[in-house]
């Protein structure tokens, strides 16, 4: 890695523990070396455990929560009958479900959701410390959506074949994260609205969204790189690619060159397809 200052290592570091931590790695195995390695800068007041798993924030959760995501869980593709995107955009204006709405300053439904679109893309969540400091059209973030725009032209996409939706619906504070139990019942309305839009292909962009597509407890790392699937609806199976969150790239932009890769997958996809 070459001779490196302070500054620079610690920088290395911290873009190193981010992309650990947006693949979905959250501790790191204690071993014989790393015990030898504290105890040589006297660390012994910091016995026990070295780290603490991302997933136990993932994983807290009420009863009263639980039993409204077990309802809401029977709801999954909502009534085929009545439904529409509309129907969808009510009840997450209204939505209660789960912890998230006692923090929320406001929610995003989505953008240019219409039948007929050829992609779309789902990311993670919109933080922001003030709902009346973003524009209503602002989905990932302000840069983030001007990174997204950049990557459509970049394949050649018009951006009306194009919508956008987070997994998490609320526009939560900035610290704020949601938990397996917000993300599960907020997959509801997610699933609702890719049936109703079909979609030839979806790109998911980050963890949680990777994981409200998916299911999947893989890291992103292991999910990156080719082809996944969802079945929805009546049967109907929509190929899905995952890559980083644009946020995550911003913060790391060694790392574009590899969503530069999926992004090209999906534009091949649909020149083919």
């Known amino acids: 890695m070459g001779k490196m200052h302070l500054f620079e290592y610690l920088e290395w570091i911290t873009g190193l523990l ?8 959250g501790s790191y195995p204690r071993n014989d070396g790393v015990d030898r390695f504290l105890m040589s800068v006297d660390s012994r007041q910091h016995h026990g455990t ?17 039993a409204t995501a077990a309802r809401k869980g029977n709801l999954d593709e909502g009534d085929a009958s009545t439904e529409s995107l509309e129907t969808v955009r009510s009840e997450i ?17 989505g953008g240019g959701l219409n039948s007929g679109v050829r992609l779309m893309l789902v990311g993670d969540w919109l ?3 003030d709902e009346l400091s973003l524009p209503g059209n602002v989905q990932f973030g302000v840069e983030e959506d001007r990174m997204v ?9 018009e951006k009306d074949k194009v919508c956008v939706a987070n997994a998490i619906k609320c526009v939560v504070p900035d610290g704020c994260e949601p938990t397996s139990l917000d993300i599960m019942t907020c997959e509801s309305y997610l699933r609702r609205q890719i ?15 990777a994981k409200a597509l998916l299911g999947s407890p893989q890291p ?31 913060q790391n932009p060694t790392m574009k ?6 992004l090209q997958r999906i534009g091949k996809y649909l020149k083919t397809y």
């Open 18 to 25: 981010n992309y650990h931590r947006s693949s979905g790695i």
């Open 50 to 66: 070295l780290s603490r798993s991302h997933g136990d924030a993932l994983n807290a959760a009420d009863s009263r929560m639980a």
């Open 93 to 109: 204006a209204s939505c209660r479900a789960c912890s998230l709405c006692e923090q929320r300053i406001g929610y995003r439904v």
């Open 127 to 129: 933080r922001c410390p």
């Open 149 to 157: 725009s950049r990557m459509l032209e970049a394949i050649h996409l």
């Open 195 to 209: 049936t109703l839009i079909e979609p030839e292909i979806i790109c998911g962009m980050g963890l949680v969204a």
């Open 220 to 250: 992103l790392s292991r999910l990156r790189g080719g082809f996944h699937s969802i079945t929805v609806g009546a049967g109907k199976r929509i190929p899905v690619v995952v890559t980083y969150h644009p946020t995550f790239l911003l």
């Open 257 to 262: 060159k590899a969503a530069w890769t999926d």
